[in-house]
């Protein structure tokens, strides 16, 4: 008969392997992906919590797999950066943002991710700046959001990408603020149009004291900065009272919306006050 410590071994060596292939596959398909309009984005509201109306929307990748359905980002960014595939991805996640934002009846700020990689491809301010003339949008109403991460590895470099995306006109977001190490030094490397304050923090401040305490200091620190604020994954409208009393410029989440098509993420903006 056969151990259990070795059958355990097994299950997980041959779990691992199915990880693996998993992977693999993903990889492959993720090559004819682009080419063949499987991803798509969709966009969630940024509302204006003095004003109560909407102030932008990020761009958020699904893939439509044609066997596996939709999947989302966490599953294939970090294989689309391991692959390089993240470069033609990205350029197409740029050039898809800004053409259907100049499509929206309001003219609303769209905001796109960047991964760290595109960060480092000498393209991407060229990428940037032919999305933006194609379309004729003011790039005061695009706005990059990098992470905290993006800027750790090879910050000196990162950072001079930073100030040349700046001198296109785009707004810059410091994204997932608090979840890397030595965020204040960031702060200090570059001055950002604003900081997102990660879900990690809001979904807790309501019920610990400490998450609280960050979050109405990152606020105060961001006014003093001349910075801008937008708090991440807002689900309650506790979290959203709060938030809105105590200065933080914008929110974003469910309470305020889901992700939303295009074609719905041009309608009208909703205060959720006023529901
Ligand atoms: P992120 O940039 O922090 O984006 C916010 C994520 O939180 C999104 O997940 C969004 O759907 C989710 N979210 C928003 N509001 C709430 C809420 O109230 N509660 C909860 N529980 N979640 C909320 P999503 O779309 O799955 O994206 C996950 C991550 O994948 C993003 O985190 C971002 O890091 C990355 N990502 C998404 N789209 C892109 C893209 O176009 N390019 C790159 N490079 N990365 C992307
Ligand atoms: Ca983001
Ligand atoms: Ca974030
Ligand atoms: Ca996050």
Same mark, same amino acid.
């Given at each position: 008969?056969?151990?259990?410590?070795?059958?355990?071994?097994?299950?997980?060596?041959?779990?691992?392997?199915?990880?693996?292939?998993?992977?693999?596959?993903?990889?492959?398909?993720?090559?004819?992906?682009?080419?063949?309009?499987?991803?798509?984005?969709?966009?969630?509201?940024?509302?204006?919590?003095?004003?109560?109306?909407?102030?932008?929307?990020?761009?958020?990748?699904?893939?439509?797999?044609?066997?596996?359905?939709?999947?989302?980002?966490?599953?294939?960014?970090?294989?689309?950066?391991?692959?390089?595939?993240?470069?033609?991805?990205?350029?197409?996640?740029?050039?898809?943002?800004?053409?259907?934002?100049?499509?929206?009846?309001?003219?609303?700020?769209?905001?796109?991710?960047?991964?760290?990689?595109?960060?480092?491809?000498?393209?991407?301010?060229?990428?940037?700046?032919?999305?933006?003339?194609?379309?004729?949008?003011?790039?005061?109403?695009?706005?990059? #959001?990098?992470?905290?991460?993006?800027?750790? /590895?090879?910050?000196?470099? &990162? !950072?001079? =990408? $930073?100030? %040349?995306?700046?001198?296109?006109?785009?707004?810059?977001?410091?994204?997932?603020?608090?979840?890397?190490?030595?965020?204040?030094?960031?702060?200090?490397?570059?001055?950002?149009?604003?900081?997102?304050?990660?879900?990690?923090?809001?979904? #807790?401040?309501?019920?610990?004291?400490?998450? /609280?305490?960050?979050?109405? &200091? !990152?606020? =105060? $620190?961001? %006014?003093?900065?001349?910075?801008?604020?937008?708090?991440?994954?807002?689900?309650?409208?506790?979290?959203?009272?709060?938030?809105?009393?105590?200065?933080?410029?914008?929110?974003?989440?469910?309470?305020?919306?889901?992700?939303?098509?295009?074609?719905?993420?041009?309608?009208?903006?909703?205060?959720?006050?006023?529901?």
């Amino acid at each position: 008969a056969k151990r259990a410590g070795r059958s355990t071994f097994a299950d997980y060596d041959a779990s691992l392997n199915q990880m693996e292939r998993t992977r693999r596959d993903l990889e492959l398909d993720m090559r004819t992906a682009i080419t063949e309009g499987q991803f798509r984005l969709v966009y969630q509201p940024q509302i204006n919590l003095r004003t109560g109306a909407w102030a932008g929307k990020e761009a958020l990748v699904r893939w439509e797999h044609p066997t596996r359905g939709a999947i989302l980002p966490g599953e294939f960014i970090d294989i689309a950066e391991e692959t390089g595939l993240i470069i033609p991805l990205g350029e197409w996640i740029i050039r898809q943002a800004i053409h259907e934002a100049v499509t929206w009846e309001e003219p609303h700020r769209i905001a796109i991710n960047l991964s760290p990689i595109q960060m480092r491809n000498p393209n991407l301010v060229g990428v940037l700046t032919s999305a933006i003339i194609n379309a004729q949008i003011d790039p005061q109403r695009v706005e990059i #959001e990098i992470t905290e991460s993006a800027l750790m /590895q090879d910050s000196e470099s &990162n !950072v001079e =990408m $930073l100030h %040349r995306l700046r001198e296109l006109g785009v707004r810059i977001a410091l994204d997932d603020f608090g979840t890397g190490y030595s965020s204040l030094n960031y702060l200090r490397a570059f001055p950002f149009d604003k900081i997102k304050i990660d879900r990690c923090f809001v979904s #807790e401040m309501l019920d610990r004291s400490d998450c /609280q305490a960050i979050v109405r &200091n !990152v606020v =105060m $620190l961001a %006014r003093a900065l001349g910075m801008e604020t937008t708090a991440e994954g807002v689900e309650t409208q506790e979290q959203y009272d709060w938030l809105k009393r105590h200065g933080c410029t914008e929110a974003q989440g469910y309470y305020i919306s889901r992700p939303l098509e295009s074609s719905r993420a041009s309608e009208p903006s909703r205060d959720p006050s006023q529901w």
